[in-house]
């Protein structure tokens, strides 16, 4: 491999324009193809052989044109002090409010609070239900503004209105703090290179490939039913990824040029080495972000492969685009350890770097490891314990109107009908009987509701709304505790488990959906694939590291170190989501359950980005001990050329993800937050101690292969062993212009 990417180099950078000219017109396609491309809408929410799905496609199949799927909204009233809703000027208000809103062309139906009987059993507290045909992502604005217009004329009147449901449901936005994220990066690539054009190379590449992800995200959003998570998602770690990766390109280039070649050479070499270890770190986290299909909810899906995509076509910007662009910066771009004049460079500092009198802070580093491994491992791995503790209190749940911050009129409609009828209002369970195999439709229906009204925790049952059909049938329950309970989730399962006795007595099938028990299978069903996609990732990944490093220990290793930071990082998620602990700090409002989709996420995102830096950081220890270099020798090597690139790549990823915690979208915040700590722990716990600790540790006996696998397993050549064939000297080059002499 790391011949045919040295040959890859070497043909990007001598056919620069040619190269430019293809990426310049695949990012005009992109845009192109994203402006003319009709508006998506919110993507459908599905979750396939789930009990709450069943029940909802049956409702689709025997209720045509309810519009199931369309947006709601609640209007909620509230009296002045001392005043009922019943009282003359606030019916009045009321009633205005109900003929205001049934005029807009979107508007399917409105409830009138007084017809309807949708009044607190104080008189204190009414609400009337919107009902739309289009979802809350698809409502146009104008039907938005005249809801709020509506709820704002009823206000004037001296009452307190607020609207919940998912009328008024927005894109998120990032804020400006994911600008700042790119700006630190940019900060740290200035200081890691020396030199503004380097530094403006893996900016300049990453946004590239960026925007040709985002844009055919976009373009294909309606025809896919891709919903604006999965682009902000690809955004995140296509950013992430597509800087790192040509830091790393970039880096090895001006390592190279350090020690005499000529800049085709230099570029051959940069992704013959550094391009072999892009190409297996891009590979785990395609495996981990594609893997998100045996979790089989299509959402998941979806954002998994759009985000793999924008991955690999950072892998391919990175092999191609980054010699290119060398080839056009020519001298601008300086050898390892000289800087450009505007920042202090010059000779004097280019012979001292040169020299290596004075070892770097990576090189010392590791000699205090590998000095002293085991103090080193058992700090490393106490405080990464420590850090995992409140994962142990772990509770998860999908966020509703509920988790909304207290300054939102959602969450302050929430709190208005959990104070006028009880906390389960919120989130009622949808009961559906399906009488079709009964004989008596009516009487198992009416069986269904006597028996529902016995258990604990109901505070009302419906009546039972039947289609033209007679042989379904709809029964609304409110619980009495919360959406997010556990009560609740235990009411769920007691009408399911009757459900059994019912159908065997009467022949009906009785199914409970609704949002409230749609979040409790979602959860259930991530909970249930969890083991299963863990097994998978971490095994694909396993056997690709094998072939990587040519070693059975050392991707053990990595494997471990992987769950020790991603249970740290679920740790720090916990306590500061759930526990409110430094929530102020990051904008956090509203504490709770932890998002249902956030460990199994993070299982796949994490250990992706986490063997980037395995990859990066051991290949250069094992180019090292292949060479010939005693192991704790090899330690130090790859610390001296690897640690200052590995910690600005860490750093630069914290950074992008940072940059999404300033999201109005509790989930993007959560993940941002949840992916930026995460990154802290393994680069700079796991993978700058525990891993040298570790391999000081084994010696010799950390590349250890079995000599039956050694023969089996394809020798990929990561170290550029191979490349020594290439070692000649042609005619310098140093603006890279003219050809070199071919070997």
Same mark, same amino acid.
């Given at each position: +491999?790391?011949?045919?990417?040295?040959?890859?180099?070497?043909?990007?950078?001598?056919?620069?324009?040619?190269?430019?000219?293809?990426?310049?017109?695949?990012?005009?396609?992109?845009?192109?193809?994203?402006?003319?491309?009709?508006?998506?809408?919110?993507?459908?929410?599905?979750?396939?052989?789930?009990?709450?799905?069943?029940?909802?496609?049956?409702?689709?199949?025997?209720?045509?044109?309810?519009?199931?799927?369309?947006?709601?909204?609640?209007?909620?009233?509230?009296?002045?002090?001392?005043?009922?809703?019943?009282? %003359?000027?606030?019916?009045?208000?009321?009633?205005?409010?109900?003929?205001?809103?049934?005029?807009?062309?979107?508007?399917?139906?409105?409830?009138?609070?007084?017809?309807?009987?949708?009044?607190?059993?104080?008189?204190?507290?009414?609400?009337?239900?919107?009902?739309?045909?289009?979802? $809350?992502?698809?409502?146009?604005?104008?039907?938005?503004?005249?809801?709020?217009?509506? =709820?704002?004329?009823?206000?004037?009147?001296?009452?307190?209105?607020?609207?919940?449901?998912?009328?008024?449901?927005?894109?998120?936005?990032? $804020?400006?703090?994911?600008?700042?994220?790119?700006?630190?990066?940019? /900060?740290?690539?200035?200081?890691?290179?020396?030199?503004?054009?380097?530094?403006?190379?893996?900016?300049?590449?990453?946004?590239?490939?960026?925007?040709?992800?985002?844009?055919?995200?976009?373009?294909?959003?309606?025809?896919?039913?891709?919903?604006?998570?999965?682009?902000?998602?690809?955004?995140?770690?296509?950013?992430?990824?597509?800087?790192?990766?040509?830091?790393?390109?970039?880096?090895?280039?001006?390592?190279?040029?350090?020690? $005499?070649?000529?800049? !085709?050479?230099?570029?051959?070499?940069?992704?013959?080495?550094?391009?072999?270890?892009?190409?297996? =770190?891009?590979?785990?986290?395609?495996?981990?972000?594609?893997?998100?299909?045996?979790?089989?909810?299509?959402?998941?899906?979806? +954002?998994?492969?759009?985000?793999?995509?924008?991955?690999?076509?950072?892998?391919?910007?990175?092999?191609?685009?980054?010699?290119?662009?060398?080839?056009?910066?020519?001298?601008?771009?300086?050898?390892?350890?000289?800087?450009?004049?505007?920042?202090?460079?010059?000779?004097?500092?280019?012979?001292?770097?040169?020299?290596?009198?004075?070892?770097?802070?990576?090189?010392?580093?590791?000699?205090?490891?590998?000095?002293?491994?085991?103090?080193?491992?058992?700090?490393?791995?106490?405080?990464?314990?420590?850090?995992?503790?409140?994962?142990?209190?772990?509770?998860?749940?999908?966020?509703?109107?509920?988790?909304?911050?207290?300054?939102?009129?959602?969450?302050?409609?929430?709190?208005?009908?959990?104070?006028?009828?009880?906390?389960?209002?919120?989130?009622?369970?949808?009961?559906?009987?399906?009488?079709?195999?009964?004989?008596?439709?009516?009487?198992?229906?009416?069986?269904?509701?006597?028996?529902?009204?016995?258990?604990?925790? *109901? *505070?009302?049952?419906?009546?039972?709304?039947?289609?033209?059909?007679?042989?379904?049938?709809?029964?609304?329950?409110?619980?009495?505790?919360?959406?997010?309970?556990?009560?609740?989730?235990?009411?769920?399962?007691?009408?399911?488990?009757?459900?059994?006795?019912?159908?065997?007595?009467?022949? %009906?099938?009785?199914?409970?959906?609704?949002?409230?028990?749609?979040?409790?299978?979602?959860?259930?069903?991530?909970?249930?694939?969890?083991?299963?996609?863990?097994?998978?990732?971490?095994?694909?990944?396993?056997?690709?590291?094998? /072939?990587?490093?040519?070693?059975?220990?050392?991707?053990?290793?990595?494997?471990?170190?992987?769950?020790?930071?991603?249970?740290?990082?679920?740790?720090?998620?916990?306590?500061?989501?759930?526990?409110?602990?430094?929530?102020?700090?990051?904008?956090? !409002?509203?504490?709770?359950?932890? +998002?249902?989709?956030?460990?199994?996420?993070?299982?796949?995102?994490?250990?992706?980005? %986490?063997?980037?830096?395995?990859?990066?950081?051991?290949?250069?220890? @094992?180019?090292?001990?292949?060479?010939?270099?005693?192991? $704790?020798?090899?330690?130090?090597?790859?610390? @001296?050329?690897?640690?200052?690139?590995?910690?600005?790549?860490?750093?630069?990823?914290?950074?992008?993800?940072?940059?999404?915690?300033?999201?109005?979208?509790?989930?993007?915040?959560?993940?941002?937050?949840?992916?930026?700590?995460?990154?802290?722990?393994?680069?700079?716990?796991? @993978?700058?101690?525990? /891993?040298?600790?570790?391999?000081?540790?084994?010696?010799?006996?950390?590349?250890?292969?079995?000599?039956?696998?050694?023969?089996?397993?394809?020798? /990929?050549?990561? !170290?550029?062993?191979?490349?020594?064939?290439?070692?000649?000297?042609?005619?310098?080059?140093?603006?890279?212009?003219?050809?070199?002499?071919?070997?």
């Amino acid at each position: +491999m790391a011949t045919f990417l040295y040959k890859l180099g070497r043909l990007a950078f001598r056919r620069r324009h040619f190269v430019a000219l293809i990426w310049v017109a695949l990012l005009t396609l992109a845009g192109v193809g994203a402006a003319s491309a009709p508006t998506a809408g919110s993507s459908s929410f599905s979750i396939p052989g789930t009990e709450a799905q069943k029940a909802f496609d049956l409702l689709e199949d025997r209720f045509p044109g309810m519009s199931a799927d369309g947006a709601t909204a609640r209007v909620v009233f509230k009296a002045p002090d001392g005043g009922k809703m019943a009282d %003359a000027p606030n019916k009045a208000a009321v009633k205005k409010t109900v003929e205001e809103l049934g005029d807009g062309s979107e508007v399917t139906s409105v409830t009138d609070p007084f017809k309807a009987k949708t009044i607190s059993k104080d008189g204190t507290v009414a609400y009337a239900q919107v009902s739309y045909e289009v979802s $809350g992502m698809e409502l146009k604005e104008v039907s938005k503004d005249a809801l709020k217009e509506a =709820a704002q004329d009823a206000r004037a009147s001296g009452l307190t209105v607020e609207i919940g449901g998912d009328a008024l449901q927005a894109v998120p936005e990032t $804020g400006s703090t994911e600008i700042i994220g790119i700006a630190i990066a940019a /900060v740290v690539l200035v200081i890691t290179f020396g030199s503004l054009i380097a530094a403006g190379l893996p900016l300049l590449t990453a946004l590239i490939g960026v925007g040709i992800g985002v844009s055919t995200i976009t373009a294909l959003a309606k025809a896919l039913d891709l919903g604006s998570t999965t682009s902000t998602l690809a955004m995140m770690i296509g950013l992430a990824v597509g800087i790192d990766y040509a830091l790393f390109i970039v880096s090895r280039y001006r390592a190279e040029l350090a020690e $005499g070649r000529e800049r !085709e050479e230099a570029a051959g070499r940069a992704v013959g080495t550094a391009g072999s270890a892009v190409v297996f =770190a891009g590979l785990t986290v395609v495996i981990a972000l594609v893997g998100l299909a045996v979790v089989n909810i299509p959402m998941l899906t979806k +954002m998994g492969v759009a985000a793999a995509g924008t991955v690999a076509i950072a892998v391919l910007i990175a092999l191609t685009m980054i010699p290119a662009l060398l080839g056009y910066a020519g001298r601008k771009v300086q050898p390892a350890g000289q800087k450009s004049r505007l920042l202090g460079g010059g000779r004097k500092k280019a012979r001292e770097a040169a020299s290596g009198e004075r070892p770097n802070m990576g090189t010392r580093w590791a000699r205090f490891v590998v000095r002293r491994p085991l103090a080193v491992l058992l700090l490393g791995v106490i405080g990464l314990g420590a850090a995992a503790v409140p994962a142990a209190s772990l509770e998860l749940g999908l966020p509703d109107d509920g988790s909304q911050p207290t300054s939102t009129t959602q969450r302050r409609a929430y709190d208005l009908l959990s104070e006028g009828f009880g906390p389960g209002f919120n989130g009622p369970l949808m009961v559906v009987v399906d009488a079709k195999a009964a004989d008596d439709p009516k009487g198992a229906v009416a069986a269904v509701s006597g028996t529902v009204k016995k258990l604990d925790d *109901v *505070v009302s049952v419906s009546p039972a709304t039947f289609n033209k059909a007679g042989d379904t049938a709809m029964i609304s329950v409110v619980p009495d505790s919360k959406p997010s309970s556990v009560r609740t989730e235990d009411l769920v399962h007691e009408i399911r488990d009757a459900g059994g006795d019912i159908k065997a007595d009467s022949g %009906a099938t009785v199914l409970v959906t609704g949002s409230t028990a749609m979040n409790i299978d979602f959860s259930q069903k991530l909970n249930d694939a969890l083991v299963p996609y863990l097994a998978l990732v971490v095994g694909l990944a396993f056997l690709l590291l094998i /072939v990587v490093f040519r070693s059975i220990l050392v991707p053990l290793k990595a494997a471990l170190g992987f769950l020790l930071s991603v249970m740290a990082a679920l740790g720090a998620v916990v306590a500061v989501f759930q526990w409110g602990w430094l929530a102020g700090l990051i904008g956090v !409002e509203e504490t709770g359950p932890i +998002m249902s989709m956030m460990p199994i996420f993070m299982v796949g995102v994490v250990f992706g980005l %986490a063997m980037d830096y395995e990859v990066f950081l051991v290949t250069r220890m @094992r180019e090292a001990y292949v060479h010939g270099e005693r192991p $704790g020798q090899a330690i130090v090597t790859g610390f @001296r050329h690897g640690a200052r690139v590995v910690t600005a790549a860490a750093v630069i990823m914290i950074a992008v993800f940072s940059g999404f915690i300033g999201s109005s979208e509790s989930m993007i915040k959560m993940i941002g937050f949840g992916l930026a700590i995460a990154v802290f722990f393994d680069a700079f716990v796991v @993978r700058m101690a525990i /891993v040298p600790a570790v391999l000081a540790l084994l010696g010799k006996r950390a590349w250890w292969l079995p000599k039956w696998l050694d023969r089996a397993i394809p020798n /990929v050549d990561v !170290e550029g062993e191979g490349l020594r064939a290439h070692d000649s000297d042609g005619p310098k080059d140093d603006d890279g212009d003219r050809e070199l002499v071919r070997v």
